[in-house]
Each structure stands twice: as structure tokens, then as C-alpha cells.
């Protein structure tokens, strides 16, 4: 499942089948390409996004899956509550795509 905002993208994945209740916590990883900047700027974005990610997935997350996210060029100078915003959309929606497809 996929699901984009304008500061970030979204990427889901199921671990287990839907038939298994509970597989452990969600997992997150996350990437910047080149296509961002330089060295600084996609650390500086993947730092932002690390942040946003470990206050947003414990609340909107969904146990038993992997999320990544993708850094956009504007990751790095977003307002924050605009970046935590986008990832808790981009959470919500793939938690009702993962629901709708179990």
C-alpha cells in the first residue's frame, strides 16, 4: 500500500496474514534519494522524519506491519506540524487500505 502527502510518502506492508491477530509492533524504516540533496539535507530530512515517525506511529500505527518513509525535497524545510500532519494522513490511510484488503 502507498499513500503520498505533499512533505512525505508512505509505504505498508502486512508481515503476517490477516488471519494472525497480532505480530509484534510496527516496524519503520526510512530513505532519502539523491534526487533531495546532498549529504546534509537527506540527513537533515531523515532526522525530521525519524522524529515525526516515534510520536506518530505509536498512536496511528498498526501492529504486524512495516512502514517506510520516503523523503520529498520539501521533508527538510516543512513546518513541523505541517510534516506530523501529513504523516499521521498517511498513516490513517494506510491503516484503512490495510483493512480494507485483509
Do not use: C, H
Amino acid at each position: 500500500m502507498r499513500s503520498g502527502r505533499a512533505t512525505l510518502a508512505a509505504q505498508a506492508r502486512r508481515r503476517a496474514p490477516a488471519d494472525t491477530p497480532d505480530n509484534g509492533p510496527p516496524r519503520v524504516g526510512f530513505t532519502a534519494t539523491k534526487k533531495i540533496g546532498n549529504a546534509v539535507v537527506r540527513n537533515r530530512a531523515k532526522r525530521r522524519l525519524r522524529e515525526a515517525a516515534r510520536r506518530m506511529v505509536p498512536l496511528y500505527g498498526r501492529p504486524g506491519v512495516d512502514y517506510v518513509f520516503l523523503a520529498r525535497d520539501t521533508t527538510g524545510d516543512a513546518p513541523w506540524q505541517a510534516l506530523l500532519d501529513d504523516m499521521k494522513d498517511a498513516l490513517l490511510r494506510l491503516a484503512a487500505a490495510l483493512e480494507r484488503s485483509a
